[in-house]
């Protein structure tokens, strides 16, 4: 959301808005601490709100909160650069290597509680007070809801607190539930159907409030097996999709739409996470490059291998692994991005068990993917040179007999093809490859294909920069397969394959088909009653929502982490216990609670 305010714990940057909501900061009021009566003004409540959504970027883009949401799941496995490895393998993790959300969570909790509690009387029409309380309730919900996910009983507070406490306690899930639950009806009641001024672009309106309450309801109702909350859940979903037109959503046509830069702040979109290119409102300085501090969004660069550093010559040696070898055929770009080598797709291919000879990756999530067009827009397979590369006949290691040069912008420097090639990495079957072939034998903690999906090539020449796109935290398609999961847990299985089709057709959809073949591969993915089971669902949403900070979430939400992850997870699966189901509370806030009794920490930690 482009609202231009900045608050932080110490210090309060408040804005005066123009007509649009979203062009410069035209007044500074630093101030050392928040005081009741800062929200009593429209300018207040529109300040602690904006710095909330601010902070959503010290979370959503960030390296540490996408090692939460994605490692150590059975979509993923750690890069040869992977940094936070505990939560790879379940190996150490702690209250001191995990949680820097929670004190951001709590720090937007109380300013929301002050927005909350003394913004009720600010000096507005009564429909913009409404729908600035309503953005309050939301986002307080919003963070309520990751809270009670990740840490489970967490400390409940509703109330401003203007005197620091070193004493705290945590409630339980179900009474957090119900505030959750409370805060976003509220929230969906009184909020516009599509953002509008001052919160503009992808703000929380009402079907995003309503799309976290179904979430809300399903998660819930996971815990207590609760038929009422599955069918909430699946009618409130409904009720978004019947009103599609209304709130200006609907699925792109071509999946691959939903993750063009132009397309960021489209229909599909939902809710964001804001990441400003601007060097005023901070961060990061242009040109500067990334560090990964906080609120640098640099989700395009994680899941990225170091293409820059193959060589052209690269062989297969005695044990079968590609081995590095000769001129570089490739230079870093902005198209390619930035290599962090942090996050690769699950390719290990079981070479006993139930799953003996498949891979996650391959052979069940993006299994069909002749007919499916989201595996090849969620990954790069490609490389084209953008450096001119001469290959001697005799250079060592080119086996290909041949001379020639590997062309810019011509010719492929690296293919990584969804299935085996004979003759690769140099050869396709007899015939020389300028560059090299990496099939899926070849993929490991080095090698394998890049989610393209966030890439930036806005960063031109300081490609080195974190993105300047947002972060997007809700697509609309979410809302189809929230509802078939509601619906599928609710018995409504019929309902639940028909959401499901609705997103597996619009995969199928290829621009350069003709409309009747286009018809065809949608009618050849629709899926029947009995295709409906809670595993079908899970791999649906990593067809769908691969890299998109969900997969963590999803295995807690339907109690599948454990037995997912040892069925399909080499590096995490001897490790995995029930109890890491909850991640553990922060050391620093057990260490801080020294009035009253000792604040707990979750069981196995």
Avoid at 30 to 55: E, R, T
Avoid at 195 to 205: Q, Y
Avoid at 448 to 454: M, N, R
């Amino acid at each position: 959301m482009k609202l231009k305010y900045k608050l932080l714990p110490a210090v309060l940057v408040l804005c005066a808005f123009i007509n649009n909501g979203c062009q410069g900061i035209l007044e500074e009021n630093p101030q050392a601490s928040i005081v009741p009566s800062f929200f009593n003004s429209p300018s207040g409540v529109l300040g602690g709100i904006a710095g909330v959504y601010n902070d959503l970027r010290s979370a959503w883009g960030t390296e540490g909160f996408t090692n939460e949401m994605m490692a150590g799941t059975d979509e993923h496995l750690a890069g040869a650069s992977a940094s936070g490895i505990q939560l790879h393998n379940y190996n150490g993790i702690n209250g001191t290597n995990f949680g820097a959300a929670w004190s951001i969570a709590y720090t937007d909790i109380n300013t929301l509680n002050g927005v909350l509690e003394y913004g009720q009387t600010i000096d507005l029409p009564d429909a913009t007070r409404k729908q600035y309380l309503a953005q309050a309730k939301f986002l307080r919900g919003f963070w309520y809801f990751y809270l009670v996910q990740t840490f489970g009983d967490v400390p409940l507070n509703t109330k401003f607190i203007t005197v620091p406490s070193q004493a705290a306690s945590r409630q339980p899930a179900a009474q957090v539930y119900e505030q959750i639950i409370k805060d976003l009806t509220e929230a969906a009641t009184d909020l516009p159907d599509k953002p509008t001024a001052p919160f503009l672009d992808k703000a929380a309106c009402k079907p995003v409030a309503q799309l976290v309450l179904a979430k809300a309801y399903l998660t819930r109702g996971w815990l207590n097996n609760s038929q009422a909350d599955f069918t909430q859940a699946a009618t409130i979903c409904a009720d978004i999709i019947a009103k599609k037109a209304t709130y200006g959503l609907d699925l792109w046509a071509n999946y691959g739409d939903a993750f063009v830069p132009a397309n960021d702040y489209g229909k599909e979109t939902m809710f964001v996470s804001d990441h400003s290119k601007d060097p005023k409102y901070g961060y990061y300085t242009v040109g500067g490059g990334a560090s990964g501090g906080a609120a640098q969004n640099l989700s395009p660069w994680f899941t990225n291998w170091n293409y820059p550093n193959l060589g052209i010559n690269s062989f297969k040696n005695a044990a079968g692994n590609l081995t590095n070898n000769g001129t570089s055929t490739m230079i870093r770009d902005s198209y390619y991005g930035r290599p962090y080598i942090r996050i690769r797709p699950n390719s290990y291919k079981w070479p006993s068990g139930p799953n003996a000879g498949k891979s996650y990756f391959m052979d069940q999530a993006f299994v069909n993917r002749t007919v499916d067009s989201r595996f090849e827009n969620t990954f790069f397979t490609v490389w084209i040179a953008n450096k001119d590369t001469p290959n001697a006949q005799n250079t060592a290691n080119n086996s290909r007999g041949i001379a020639y040069t590997l062309r810019a912008n011509v010719d492929t420097a690296i293919w990584m093809p969804d299935y085996e090639v004979q003759g690769a990495p140099q050869f396709v079957g007899t015939r020389p490859f300028k560059g090299t072939v990496i099939p899926p034998s070849l993929w490991n903690n080095t090698y394998f294909p890049s989610v393209k999906k966030f890439m930036d090539p806005s960063r031109g020449a300081n490609f080195n920069d974190p993105s300047s796109r947002p972060a997007v935290i809700y697509r609309f398609s979410d809302v189809y397969l929230t509802g078939a999961e509601a619906a599928f847990k609710a018995g409504q299985i019929a309902t639940a394959k028909d959401l499901i089709n609705v997103v597996r057709r619009r995969a199928a959809f290829r621009p350069g088909n003709t409309a009747d073949q286009n018809a065809a591969a949608a009618t050849a993915m629709e899926i029947k009653e009995a295709d409906v089971t809670l595993d079908f669902i899970l791999d649906e949403r990593t067809r769908e929502f691969y890299g998109e900070w969900q997969r963590w979430l999803d295995l807690v939400r339907t109690r599948s982490l454990v037995r997912r992850v040892k069925d399909w997870n080499p590096e995490a699966g001897a490790n995995i216990k029930d109890f890491h189901m909850l991640r553990p509370i922060p050391q620093s806030q057990i260490d801080r609670v020294v009035e009253g009794p000792k604040f707990p920490q979750n069981p196995g930690y």
